[in-house]
């Protein structure tokens, strides 16, 4: 069974740095892409930042390019988030995910989700 486990968040600073880390288990962890979101109060869960199955290639959301680094390690089936230069506005609920294409539709598996919290 896909299990996701995000591990990392916590209270920083603004200008500060935080590294999340999601430990995956239950499938054939390196030939998938993986993703980050977060959810904000009161705003709509979005994408952060995306990696393929071997790392060769990223995608990061406009808000986070050039702050954030999306990383994996496949020989631990790990997935890596590092956040630099936070903003108070980088607060939220990071969750790692899977989507596993089925056909013409999708699944989605999440994590529990880690909370992130950027003040002063």
């Known amino acids: 069974q896909v299990q996701l486990v995000e591990s990392g968040g916590g209270l920083v600073q603004p200008g500060g740095s935080l590294r999340l880390s999601c430990a995956a288990s239950?499938?054939?962890?390196?030939?998938?892409?993986m993703r980050w979101y977060r959810q904000a109060p009161g705003k709509e869960r979005e994408l952060v930042a995306a990696?393929?199955?071997?790392?060769?290639?990223?995608n990061y959301a406009d808000s986070v390019e050039g702050r954030f680094t999306i990383s994996r390690d496949n020989t631990k089936n790990t997935v890596y988030l590092q956040m630099n230069s936070l903003k108070p506005e980088d607060t939220a609920v990071y969750y790692c995910?899977?989507?596993?294409?089925?056909?013409?539709?999708?699944?989605?598996?999440w994590g529990q989700g880690t909370q992130v919290t950027v003040s002063s």
């Open positions: 239950g499938f054939a962890f390196s030939t998938y892409v």
């Open positions: 995910n899977l989507r596993n294409l089925v056909g013409l539709d999708f699944s989605d598996y």
């Open positions: 990696i393929t199955s071997a790392g060769s290639s990223t």
